[in-house]
């Protein structure tokens, strides 16, 4: 009874002993970036993060990480919107240094060595640094991570993986010679080592006795091994030291300890062993089994694209092209990788990926031929004999057979993978159609992209643009003579470039000067004629409005794709209120110097203010009258729009007729990263003259009343003038002196002639 008693009390104390770990899981600590509602995130939930192309990253969970089979820690997801099915896991820098001792890495090197990724909020200038599991893996020398699911969900459906961690151990290093010397003897030491990362083939070493270096050196090899000629010149007892370092700087060291004899008092010497006691009848050592084959078929993941990309705003876009590939086999060993580009007539040749850029009109129609390649094998050498002999009948023997982990490159082969992607943007292209809805409809290419993972699969990348539900029509069929937008309205243009440049803050499509064109009207007014005689390229017509995009807002991105708004300003073009006079103002050339130059676009009053003096000196320089009159449109900021449109000349003199067809023409240049050219027409039509007589079915009639007889008016309803004898002449001047040429050849300039009489008779 009393042994169960104590059996008892042993097995409770046990149980309530607290559990010890001996490695705590790793926290996956984030104090900056909040977890996000899948289904309506926040604006301050959604991130976009450097090096991936898909976009509007949410922090959705945190992921389990394993390490070499046992739970290690946790690391935040970032999932994105554009495709649930994939996310990236980060760390903290806080947790950095443990993460590259958990991979069993350097966790100094990792710590300064590991690059940040940019995880940039979309809606706010927020930017956070954070390290990606694949970086560190990198850093550590483990292997590339691997996901596995881990049979859980979120609320939101999405499956919960495990990121798994194969780790690869430090260098290994060995000192092989005698233990036993004498004193001025000079013996060999043969000292080797080997490393395990498996993305760079490097080792170095030091070799030491105490404070002395022996030897030292460093190959591109995951092994070494090397004599070296050790003499001693005092006795006792000496301590060979081998340091060897793979490069990822993980470093690890063995000793070997010599006793030095043949001084005075040291006790006499040493005897040799005769390793074979009867070599009348040696015995060979049979040879052990190869490993046979470690490895499969050679396999490599990357990306091969081109886009055009605005690398100097006062040029035309570039053709960037990238090649970009990693060997994904799993091998016994690998070198030699290699990319190849054929690119604007020149081939580039080098280990890493290759970046390279061209201007795109010199490249356009050609191809991007890129291909990527590296050697291999799955085969060490394996078993070697380091101690030969022969029997008794003479035959040769092996006794000792050491195993060589060198790759064994006679059987080697070469993986190799190619492409050629075809350049056929649009570059300076005009793209002409009878209306702009028609051109807003296309898609222009602006990147091509190959991805393998093993197998190839490609995608074209675009830029278009929408119309708004301001854009101006293609066809107009009016009443009368009145006015058109000259302005086609706000664009809506999106891009999508296989780099993911696009999402970037500052990204620029555009050149310095935004994009600009032309309007060319059917005709003019008579008082807009010499101002706007067209000095363009486009030489066959006779006018031309100056066309300026004024907005370039940008409206963030929309799945994959960067969205930006268009709108376009003329000149202002400012008419009186009586007589119908016009005048227009340089708007257009004011809002480019604000890109170009970068100055202050004037304020309203200043432009109102601007239009009314030309107005009046322009008005004065045509007619020789004063101009006694108002300014349309002038008063309020919400107006100047009515100031940019296109006013249907009203002089009889016009060639435009009721009734039949015209069109006003309109180019805009320098869209977008293609630098493309847009030709389009503006059809419109009036069914009556504004202004003219009964039988001209004009709108408005102005034409002389016949005159009426007065004899059955009351005498209280006649006004009567008495104009004295004196008074004549002076009427009679003023009369000979009115302008004989009229605006639009109906409307007299002479505005004051009425209070010039009233001055003379009194009040009319």
């Known amino acids: 009874m009393k042994n169960k008693v104590i059996l008892l009390l042993f097995i409770l104390f046990f149980l309530f002993q607290p559990i010890t770990q001996t490695e705590a899981a790793i926290s996956a600590y984030e104090p900056n970036i909040p977890l996000g509602n899948w289904k309506s995130p926040a604006f301050s939930q959604l991130f976009v993060i450097d090096g991936s192309s898909e976009s509007n990253f949410i922090h959705t969970e945190d992921w389990k990480v394993e390490v070499d089979g046992r739970f290690a820690g946790n690391m935040m997801l970032m999932r994105p919107k554009t495709n649930n099915a994939m996310g990236l896991t980060f760390v903290h820098k806080n947790m950095l240094r443990q993460w590259g001792e958990a991979f069993n890495g350097n966790p100094a090197y990792v710590e300064r060595e590991t690059q940040p ?96 270096r022996l030897d030292d050196g460093q190959v591109y090899n995951n092994t070494f091994s090397k004599s070296v000629k050790v003499k001693f010149d005092n006795c006792g007892t000496k301590t060979l030291k ?16 010599v006793k030095v004899e043949g001084c005075e008092n040291d006790g006499g010497g040493s005897t040799p062993v005769d390793p074979n006691p009867d070599p009348d009848e040696p015995e060979g050592v049979p040879k052990p089994p190869d490993s046979g084959e470690q490895g499969g078929a050679g396999s490599a993941k990357g990306k091969a694209y081109w886009e055009l990309r605005r690398a100097n705003l006062n040029e035309e876009s570039q053709v960037y092209v990238k090649s970009s590939f990693s060997i994904n086999g799993n091998h016994y060993a690998t070198r030699n990788p290699s990319h190849s580009v054929q690119f604007a007539g020149r081939t580039i040749q080098q280990s890493g990926a290759i970046q390279s850029a061209a201007p795109g ?43 060589n982990s060198n790759p ?68 107009y069929d009016l009443k009368t003579q009145t006015t058109l937008p000259i302005t086609p309205g706000m664009l809506k243009y999106q891009v999508e470039l296989p780099s993911g440049e696009h999402l ?71 008419t009186s209120k009586y007589t119908g006079y016009m005048v227009g103002t340089p708007y257009t050339q004011k809002v480019k110097q604000h890109f170009v130059k970068g100055t202050s676009i004037p304020s309203h009053s ?41 006013a249907i000349p009203v002089s009889p003199t016009s060639p435009l007729k009721p009734k039949e067809t015209y069109k006003n023409h309109i180019v805009l240049e320098n869209m977008g990263l293609s630098d493309l050219i847009f030709e389009y027409d503006q059809s419109f039509k009036f069914n009556h003259y504004l202004f003219g007589s009964g039988a001209d079915e004009a709108w408005i009639i ?15 309803d006649i006004h009567t003038i008495i104009i004295e004898h004196d008074n004549k002449k002076q009427m009679l001047d003023l009369i000979l002196d009115r302008p004989k040429e009229k605006l639009h050849k109906f409307r007299v300039t002479d505005r004051d002639f009425i209070p010039k009489i009233e001055s003379i008779v009194g009040d009319l």
């Not at 970086?135 to 859980?152: F, K, L, N, V, Y």
């Not at 081998?242 to 300890?257: A, C, G, I, P």
């Not at 350049?423 to 290419?445: A, E, M, R, V």
């Not at 034409?703 to 007065?710: C, D, I, M």
Request: hydrophobic residues 25%; proline residues 4%.
């Open 117 to 212: 990724r940019n995880i940039e909020s979309i809606h706010y200038s927020t930017t956070y640094q954070r390290y990606y599991s694949r970086d560190i893996a990198r850093r550590s020398g483990a292997h590339i991570p691997t996901i596995q699911g881990s049979g859980e969900y979120t609320k939101w459906g999405h499956q919960i993986g495990i990121v798994k961690i194969k780790t690869t151990p430090f260098p290994k290093p060995n000192i092989t010679g005698p233990a036993t010397v004498k004193k001025g003897e000079t013996v060999t030491y043969t000292i080797s080592g080997e490393e395990f990362s498996p993305y760079e083939d490097w080792i170095k070493w030091k070799f030491n006795e105490g404070g002395t």
């Open 242 to 257: 081998l340091y060897v370092t793979d490069e990822v700087e993980r470093e690890k060291s063995t000793t070997k300890t």
């Open 361 to 403: 009109r010199a490249v356009k129609g050609s191809n991007l031929n890129y291909s990527f390649q590296y050697e291999y094998t799955n085969y060490p050498i394996g078993w070697q004999c380091s101690q030969s002999g022969t029997d008794k009948d003479g035959n040769s023997i092996c006794l000792n057979w050491t195993f």
């Open 408 to 475: 064994d490159w006679s059987k080697g082969q070469t993986f190799r993978l190619s492409g050629s992607i075809p350049i056929n943007h649009k570059q300076g292209d005009t793209i002409k159609n009878s209306s702009l809805d028609n051109i807003l409809g296309q898609k222009f290419l602006v990147g091509r992209e190959d991805t393998w993972n093993p197998g190839k699969s490609s995608k074209d990348y675009f830029e278009q643009w929408q119309k708004t539900g301001n854009v101006s029509k293609a066809n």
């Open 504 to 574: 970037k803050s500052g990204f620029e499509t555009l050149k310095k000067e935004k994009s600009h064109g032309f309007f060319f009207p059917a005709d003019v007014d008579g008082s807009l004629k010499k101002d706007y005689k067209n000095r363009s390229s486009y030489s066959s017509y006779q006018y031309a409005f100056p066309l300026q995009q004024s907005v370039m807002k940008d409206k963030g991105t929309t799945g994959s794709k960067r969205a930006f708004e268009y709108e376009y300003v003329t000149d202002l073009f400012f």
């Open 606 to 646: 200043s432009l109102m203010k601007e239009g009314e003096q030309k107005i009046q000196s322009s008005f004065k320089e045509d007619t020789g009258e004063a101009f006694v009159d108002e300014v349309l449109y002038t008063k309020s900021e919400s107006e100047i729009q009515r100031l940019q449109r296109y």
């Open 702 to 716: 102005e034409q002389p009343e016949s005159k009426v007889k007065l004899d059955h008016l009351k005498p209280t």
